[in-house]
């Protein structure tokens, strides 16, 4: 009887040891906040492109995020406008009223015009499609090449700050707002990965300063110094004899008209340089082909001397020979 007393106390000794282990450890243990909100289903998360958005929507599930104004991430924009400081093309202050990538933020064109190079673009985007190779292909192993649009964004501003007109500041606007817009949205996501098709550019027209810049990402289908000239010097003549709308849709033109009639970078075939080492050799042999050539054409020439020279003197040198051996 004693000894089932003492078993009796030990498993309730060992009992109470677990229970306070237990509680030691979940008071050791980080309080976990309950969770709050709506959670949102895929169908929900689908039209949602900001973080805002998404904080709306899962206070309120039935929040239509373009009724507000934390819809575009750039709707708190103030400040002048400047290469570090320029709206988002989906933005109020770029007074776009069609869905496009086309800003105007000091309304430097009609609300028509806007409106109708948007369409432009857009209609031309897709006419105009380039073939992408192995950034922008997809994990095929047959053929890592497929067409995608070429997304042309216009950005347009008057009253420029004359300390950031030149190629550099542009060209650094430019690729910002690649990054920033993500016109290629369609097939990269929300999120740009670091590989991907460079087929996008920022065409930057200042009307009040004459000035016009395409910037991009790469030269493979277009940049400011392959295809940019041509445009740049398109939009600025139209300009002058039309006024900007029609500068920027000139240009918007030349822009897919250049994508359509040249190659990308990466279906040239590659050259490589010659080696040094053939180099020289190959520059040897050359010059010993010109010496031997040289005196090729000495020795005809020499050849030619002598034999002339035999003509004028061997009648007469016979004619002595022939008395000697008749008078010894």
Not at 168 to 196: C, H, K, V
Request: charged share 20%; net charge negative.
């Amino acid at each position: 009887m004693a000894s089932l007393r003492c078993t009796i106390f030990v498993i309730l000794q060992r009992f109470t040891d677990g229970i306070k282990v237990r509680e030691m450890l979940r008071s050791s243990m980080p309080h976990q906040p309950r969770p709050e909100g709506h959670f949102l289903t895929n169908h929900e998360l689908g039209n949602i492109t900001s973080i805002q958005c998404l904080e709306a929507r899962q206070r309120d599930p039935t929040v239509i995020c373009e009724t507000i104004d934390t819809m575009f991430g750039d709707s708190q924009f103030q400040g002048p406008l400047s290469s570090g400081n320029y709206p988002i093309w989906d933005s109020r202050e770029c007074n776009s009223a069609a869905a496009g990538y086309l800003c105007d933020p000091t309304q430097a064109i009609t609300a028509e015009d806007r409106t109708d190079l948007i369409n432009e673009m857009q209609s031309l985007r897709y006419e105009t499609p380039v073939t992408c190779g192995r950034l922008g292909a997809t994990n095929d192993g047959v053929d890592q090449r497929h067409l995608q649009p070429f997304y042309l964004g216009v950005a347009l501003a008057t009253n420029w700050p004359r300390t950031q007109m030149d190629p550099a500041s542009l060209q650094w606007l430019g690729e910002s707002l690649i990054a920033r817009w993500n016109m290629d949205q369609l097939f990269t996501g929300t999120f740009r990965p670091y590989a991907l098709c460079p087929n996008s550019a920022i065409l930057i027209v200042l009307p009040d300063s004459h000035q016009a810049y395409l910037a991009s990402e790469s030269s493979e289908f277009i940049s400011a110094e392959r295809g940019g000239p041509e445009v740049v010097t398109a939009l600025l003549a139209a300009m002058d004899r039309s006024g900007p709308a029609d500068g920027i849709r000139k240009g918007i033109r030349e822009v897919y008209r250049f994508l359509q009639q040249t190659v990308p970078i990466s279906e040239k075939p590659f050259q490589a340089p010659p080696d040094r080492s053939q180099r020289d050799t190959f520059g040897l042999w050359t010059l010993a082909q010109r010496l031997m050539f040289a005196g090729s054409i000495l020795a005809l020439a020499v050849s030619f001397v002598v034999a002339f020279l035999v003509l004028l003197l061997a009648p007469g040198m016979v004619g002595r020979l022939g008395k000697r051996c008749e008078h010894p």
